[in-house]
């Protein structure tokens, strides 16, 4: 039986327990809970782990950040962005923001945004296209780039389940123009309950997100513009202060995990696709295969939580489906009518990897 507990988050905890304790208690001891040393120790060491010239503000959630990652550009009503319809969590940030959301399909090459159709929907109002770096495959930002060469667009990361990936060596977060990452508990690197963070090059538009995370103050009870409360608190900046250092070794074990489910399952299923020259981060593992509802419920039977990201494309949503024609994205409809999420986490041991396997292998072949 592999364990239930969602992505391995009760082992992951075990692991490290007493240290985690002891960062608690350090917090607890201090008396600062809310934007104290902790978070701005922690946003110092993650700017630095995705590169030179960074800076990394912290916010409340993922959602948030991709919400002040457009704000602090001003985008807002009016203008349009355009998002992959396959990632589900992303458009509810910029909704957030104010600005239009435009859906785009994705492509079979990687699962993430397809660049000629991110080109296709390009209009004047067009001021950003978020480029989800999905599953941990990163997003083509080259091509990104090509098709808004000259234009006043800017590309956000979403980097939420990215931790760890790049393109010939460049991490992602290092690759657009701004970025937004979340620290929800199951992410490569997780906190013990919500968190995120927005990363940049300019300290203007790093200034501009610790203003709007804090109703828009430049000092305290001055707000110069309507923002939020959107703060990483001291105790979760203290958890990740922990994880950080051990993230590359976990991803490395993850992708080793892919690694043994590629040489298991490759001539059974489609496994996940892997760009030339792009490192897949593993956040996680879907494989495609027809009978997609059936071989979950298989599987689930036989003691293996598996599961599907996502049943249900962002246009097909009701919150955005008024918005948008369905006949417009074949291959994000098809994805999510065949991939299935296999267990994918770095605290997995290899016996548990081999029964994966062969419960899979069962499966599809109707053993």
Same mark, same amino acid.
């Given at each position: 039986?592999?364990?239930?507990?969602?992505? $391995?988050?009760?082992?992951?905890? !075990?692991?490290?327990?007493?240290?985690? *304790?002891?960062?608690?208690?350090?917090?607890?001891?201090?008396?600062? +809970?809310?934007? $104290?040393?902790?978070?701005?120790?922690?946003?110092?060491?993650?700017?630095?782990?995705? &590169?030179?010239?960074?800076?990394?503000?912290?916010?409340?959630?993922?959602?948030?950040? /991709?919400? *002040?990652?457009?704000?602090?550009?001003?985008?807002? #009503?009016?203008?349009?962005?355009?998002?992959?319809?396959?990632?589900?969590?992303?458009?509810?940030?910029?909704?957030?923001? $104010?600005? %239009?959301?435009?859906?785009?399909?994705?492509?079979?090459?990687? +699962?993430?945004?397809?660049?000629?159709?991110?080109?296709?929907?390009? %209009?004047?109002?067009?001021?950003?296209?978020?480029?989800?770096? *999905? +599953? =941990?495959?990163?997003?083509?930002? #080259?091509?990104?780039?090509?098709?808004?060469?000259?234009?006043?667009?800017?590309?956000?990361?979403?980097?939420?389940?990215?931790?760890?990936?790049?393109?010939?060596?460049?991490?992602? =977060?290092? /690759?657009?123009?701004?970025?937004?990452?979340?620290?929800? #508990?199951?992410?490569?690197?997780? !906190?013990? =309950?919500?968190?995120? !963070?927005? %990363? %940049?090059?300019?300290?203007?538009?790093?200034?501009?997100?610790?203003?709007?995370?804090?109703? $828009?103050?430049?000092?305290?009870?001055?707000?110069?513009?309507?923002?939020?409360?959107?703060?990483?608190?001291?105790?979760?900046?203290?958890?990740?202060?922990?994880?950080?250092?051990? *993230?590359?070794?976990?991803?490395?074990?993850?992708? !080793?995990?892919?690694?043994?489910?590629?040489?298991?399952?490759?001539?059974?299923?489609?496994?996940?696709?892997?760009?030339?020259?792009?490192?897949?981060?593993?956040?996680?593992?879907?494989? &495609?295969?027809?009978?997609?509802?059936?071989? /979950?419920?298989?599987?689930?039977?036989?003691?293996?939580?598996?599961?599907?990201?996502?049943?249900?494309?962002?246009?097909?949503q009701p919150a955005f489906a008024p918005a948008t024609s369905a006949d417009t994205f074949p291959v994000a409809e098809s994805l999510s009518h065949r991939l299935l999420s296999l267990p994918m986490h770095p605290h997995l041991t290899d016996a548990q990897v081999e029964a994966v396997i062969a419960a899979m292998a069962e499966v599809a072949t109707g053993a």
């Amino acid at each position: 039986m592999i364990p239930m507990s969602p992505a $391995g988050l009760k082992e992951a905890a !075990a692991a490290h327990r007493e240290e985690l *304790l002891a960062a608690i208690t350090r917090v607890v001891d201090s008396g600062w +809970y809310v934007l $104290g040393p902790e978070v701005e120790a922690f946003e110092a060491e993650f700017a630095a782990w995705i &590169g030179p010239d960074q800076h990394a503000v912290g916010v409340a959630t993922g959602t948030d950040a /991709l919400e *002040l990652a457009l704000r602090a550009y001003d985008i807002g #009503p009016g203008d349009e962005v355009i998002v992959p319809t396959n990632a589900l969590p992303t458009p509810y940030g910029v909704a957030a923001s $104010g600005a %239009t959301v435009v859906f785009v399909d994705v492509r079979e090459a990687d +699962y993430n945004i397809d660049p000629e159709r991110a080109a296709e929907a390009l %209009t004047d109002r067009t001021r950003a296209i978020v480029a989800v770096h *999905l +599953y =941990g495959h990163p997003a083509d930002i #080259p091509a990104l780039r090509a098709i808004t060469a000259g234009r006043d667009i800017v590309i956000v990361e979403d980097c939420a389940q990215a931790h760890g990936a790049a393109i010939d060596g460049t991490p992602v =977060g290092a /690759l657009g123009d701004i970025a937004a990452w979340s620290f929800y #508990p199951t992410k490569n690197l997780g !906190a013990l =309950g919500d968190g995120g !963070a927005v %990363t %940049t090059t300019s300290s203007d538009i790093a200034a501009r997100v610790r203003s709007l995370r804090m109703y $828009g103050e430049t000092q305290r009870y001055n707000s110069v513009e309507v923002g939020t409360n959107s703060r990483l608190d001291e105790l979760q900046a203290a958890v990740l202060r922990l994880k950080l250092p051990l *993230l590359m070794h976990q991803v490395e074990r993850r992708q !080793a995990i892919a690694a043994a489910y590629d040489d298991g399952l490759r001539d059974l299923v489609r496994v996940p696709p892997v760009r030339t020259g792009y490192t897949h981060a593993r956040h996680l593992y879907p494989v &495609g295969l027809d009978g997609r509802d059936a071989a /979950l419920r298989e599987l689930q039977e036989r003691g293996i939580p598996a599961g599907v990201h996502y049943p249900r494309c962002a246009h097909q949503q009701p919150a955005f489906a008024p918005a948008t024609s369905a006949d417009t994205f074949p291959v994000a409809e098809s994805l999510s009518h065949r991939l299935l999420s296999l267990p994918m986490h770095p605290h997995l041991t290899d016996a548990q990897v081999e029964a994966v396997i062969a419960a899979m292998a069962e499966v599809a072949t109707g053993a």
